[in-house]
């Protein structure tokens, strides 16, 4: 199995950053693509970054160039910088990623459990 879990969230003043990580862990031959979304109260998950394998990123354009997703491969961690926070940032904020299990095997999807980010005006 495999879990990722999320860390780096909390409580920031508008304008302010944060870095959130993603850290990977259990049965992994490879991890392809991951992600970041974020979920506010009463509203659907939203994507807000992507990252390949390779570095390729795609952003929301909510973004807006204040964050910065990167990943380590050989610590099969991914992070989330996110700088000029504003208070409608504030959401629950989860990574997924595409991994291969063994060398053979499918891709399949995993998430981690979120972190809380919450920005004051």
């Known amino acids: 199995q495999v879990q990722l879990v999320e860390s780096g969230g909390g409580l920031v003043q508008a304008g302010e950053s944060l870095r959130l990580s993603c850290a990977a862990s259990g049965s992994i031959f490879r991890i392809g693509d991951m992600g970041w979304f974020r979920q506010a109260p009463g509203q659907q998950r939203e994507l807000v970054a992507l990252i390949t394998v390779g570095g390729g990123t795609n952003y929301a354009v909510f973004v807006k160039g204040r964050f910065t997703i990167s990943r380590d491969n050989a610590k099969n961690t991914m992070y989330l910088q996110m700088n000029g926070l504003k208070p409608e940032d504030t959401a629950v904020y989860s990574c997924?990623?595409?991994?291969?299990?063994?060398?053979?095997?499918?891709?399949?999807?995993?998430w981690g459990q979120g972190t809380q980010v919450t920005v004051s005006s």
């Open positions: 997924n990623a595409a991994v291969r299990t063994w060398f053979g095997g499918n891709e399949h999807t995993f």
